[in-house]
């Protein structure tokens, strides 16, 4: 299943759009996005990791356990809870942050939906190359996003991965 996403921070995410509270203030400030972001996480609505670079990403997306390895990888749980999940970015996270009346997936995104059972998911997100080794990437996918039915949650994200920023 492959999806392109946009990303002009250096941000991709992945949310349950039905249970993800997007609105934080008109006026939120890197702080208390992280902090929001935390508590999302928490909650299982959110998962978000830094990409290295701004680019237009190609995703593959496999709905079992795969053989799969790449530059990095990291692990978080994350729950459908009407059995979708949006493939997102930085970008539509924080107009949702900003704007109470911005719901997520935007009219660009809706292409961007994942269709899966309702539960808890074990997401591996693997990203194939280092963005910051200077070679162009050439390659036609960027991450792997595996999804893997899960019965208990893995440990929260504290922090977002691989975030050059904090």
């Known amino acids: 299943m492959p999806f392109k996403v946009t990303d002009d921070s250096g941000f991709l995410a992945i949310i349950d759009p039905d249970a993800y509270r997007g609105f934080v203030h008109a006026d939120w400030t890197w702080e208390t996005i992280q902090e ?17 670079m701004e680019h237009f990403w190609s995703i593959d997306v496999s709905l079992q356990p795969t053989s799969a390895t790449g530059f990095r990888e990291v692990i978080g749980s994350i729950t459908a809870s009407q059995g979708r999940l949006l493939l997102t970015n930085y970008e539509s996270l924080t107009m949702a942050a900003q704007f109470p009346d911005v719901i997520l997936p935007e009219a660009h995104e809706r292409e961007q939906i994942l269709s899966v059972s309702p539960g808890l998911y074990d997401c591996r997100i693997i990203q ?13 996918v960027n991450f792997i996003y595996e999804f893997t039915r899960s019965t208990s949650p893995r440990e929260t994200w504290i922090e977002i991965p691989w975030n050059a920023a904090s």
């Open 36 to 52: 929001h972001f935390a508590h999302e996480m928490r909650e299982r609505h959110l998962l978000i990791w830094g990409t290295g």
């Open 128 to 140: 194939l190359s280092d963005p910051e080794s200077g070679a162009p990437l050439e390659e036609s």
